[in-house]
Structures are given as C-alpha cells and as structure tokens.
C-alpha cells in the first residue's frame, strides 16, 4: 500500500500558486509528477500525493522543481481570482476517479496532438529541403543546357563563317579562272583574231623546187604554233612527322608506347615546378603542404574561393596526396558546386585505395615477422 502524503504549504496570487511538498529523498529520476487542469498526482515509491484542485489552471504553463528533498510547484490560474482553498471540497470516490480518467483523457488528447504536430513539421521540413535540393539540381540542369546551347551556337557560327570562308575562296578562283585563261588558249585566241596574210611568193632559187612542196610550209607552221607549251615545272615540299619513340615501327607497339609517353609527361608535369607560371611564386609556396595550410586557414575565414585556388596549386605540385583533394571538396560543397565536390571526393578514395592496396604486402610482412621472427 502506498503512503499518502498530506502535509503540504501553499500560498497564492491572483493569477498563481505556489506549492511546496516535502518528500524525503525525491529525485528527477524517480519521481513520476503528473498534472492535469484538475487533477494533481506525485507518485514516489513509496509515497503517493493528489490533489483535486480547487478550480482550473493552465497545466501547458505551470511548473515543477525537484530538488533538497522537495518539489516545488508553480501553478497558473485560468481566471486570476483568489481560491477560498487549494482543493476541491466535497469530493467522493466516483467524482474523483471521474476527475482523474478526465485529466487522462485530456492528456493523451495533447500528447497525441504534440505528436500529430512534431509529424508535421518534420514532414514540412523534409518538403523544405526536398524543394530546395529540387532547385538547385534545376539551376544546375539549366546551367548545363545553357552551356550546351552556347556551345552549339558557337559550333554553328564557326560551321557559317568556314563556308563563308570557303565560298569567297570558290568565287575568287573562279574569277581569276575567268581573268587570267590557259596560255594555249590564250595563244589560240590571240591567233584566231589576227587577220590571215596570203603567203609570200618564194624568192627565185638557183635550184627551183617542183611540185607543190613550198606550199605545204605555212599549214606545217600553223599546226605547230597550235600546240601549247609545255607547263614549267615545279617542286612539292612535304614533310614527315618525325617519330618520338626511338623503337622501329615494325618492332614497337603502338598503344604501349603512347601509354609510356603519356605517363612521361604526367610525371615531368607533376615534378616540374620550372614552369613559366610558378616564376613569380617564393619558396614556400611551391610546398604542397604549406599550401594545405594556407588552404585551411581561408577555410576557417569562410574564403572559400581563395582556399580552392590554394588547394589548386597544391595538386598542381603534388596530386598524390589525398586530403588536398578532400579539403577542395569541402569548399566545393559550401560552394554548392556538388558535381565538384563528388569528383574530388572519388579521387580521394580513389588514391587512398590504391596507397592501401601498395602498402598492405608491407605491413603483413612486418607483422609475419613480428609473430614468427622471419
């Protein structure tokens, strides 16, 4: 049987009251207060403390302190009147057990209405941020057809202006072609407007010809002045590509070859701080992770622009080195550049996987040799 506990102090306002009821050894922990407009209950094993109020209070405001072996309730009034006492007068058992399935009621009422509430607002925030996620994919599926339409402009206007181009060029070749005919031609017309002279009596001879073969100089003459000379000559330059690879063509493999090539220069590009464009950068900025510092200083500046441009450098020098790639993420991500910050955080786990797969035979041969002294 629980102890009821009846010794209690209260004082009032107008518009509160203040209860103090002592119990030995309550805490927060233990303790179950409940409080209803009506209807005031403290259940701590083994006591047992209610209280049928005198009038209505606002359960949503009041409040309880636990604490030095005592709780001390702040009650709210519904009417700011003076109470002539604290509890109901004239109370039977079915009017109590009445109030208290009532304050039950009303308390499961606001629970579940709190909840319904709680439900909402979480559903309005994940539309929030569904909406806005919506809006930045849409802003950045704009961003893309506009770069796409632009380039597809700018393919255009190139495709115009090289047949403009190539037009003009037809035109000028015709009209040279029309100006300036072949010289055979030419020496044809040229001939064609001249008018024919009659053929010169030949002079006397010592040794007159017979028949009709002096006759036959001035068509011989015709004919071969018909012919056109022959086209001066002239010389094409053509040049080779010379082959980088020193292997002969029939001994080498082509895709080897390239591949070796390509990694040559990715590794004389990586290595090479010799460029003109690191001419005017001092000492320490040509240190990578003097760059991840500066990097991660701007950062915490909130420069995000400025902390790329660092991380930037810094692959430039050295793309080994994972963490540049996931602070260059990070920026991105505050940025909202998230096709960005996905591609440099694949990298990253991309170096990070293969730096793993290079090390581990290391790692297990020191650890057989830990275990078996090999």
Known sequence: MPVRVSEFSWQQTPATIF???????????????????????????????????????????????????????????KEPVLWDSLSMPGVDKEMMQRIREKSILQAQEKAKEA????AVAKREDQRYALGEMMK?????????EDMKENERKKATRELEAWKECQEKADRQKRVQRKEKPPEGKQAEETKALKPRSLPRKAPPTRFPTRGRNWENIFPEKLKEDRIPAPRSAGSIQISFTPRVFP???????????????????????????????????KEEE????????????????????????????????????????????????KLKNLHKAIEDSSK?????????????????????????GI
């Open 19 to 77: 209860l103090s009821l002592p119990l030995r050894g309550v805490c927060v922990r233990d303790a179950d207060v409940f409080c209803g407009e009506s209807y005031l209950k403290v259940n701590f094993p083994p006591f047992l403390f209610e209280l049928f109020l005198y009038a209505p209070i606002d359960d949503g405001k009041s409040k309880a302190k636990i604490g030095n072996d005592t709780i001390l309730f702040t009650l709210y009034k």
């Open 115 to 118: 909840t319904e509430a709680k």
């Open 136 to 144: 930045i994919e849409e802003e950045e599926r704009k961003k893309i």
């Open 247 to 281: 292997t002969a063509l029939r001994e080498s493999q082509v895709a080897e070859e390239e591949e070796w090539l390509h990694k040559q220069a990715e590794a004389r590009r990586a290595m090479s701080t010799d460029l003109p464009e690191f001419f005017d950068l």
């Open 286 to 333: 040509k240190n990578p992770d003097w760059l991840k510092d500066k990097g991660n200083k701007l950062f915490a500046t909130e420069n995000y622009l400025a902390a790329v441009d660092a991380y930037n450098l810094a692959i430039r020098l050295n793309c080994k080195i994972p963490l540049l790639y996931l602070n260059r993420a990070a920026c991105h991500l």
């Open 348 to 372: 990253a786990c991309k170096i990070m996987k293969l730096h793993l797969r290079l090390t581990q035979p290391t790692q297990l041969y020191r650890t057989m040799q830990r275990r078996f």
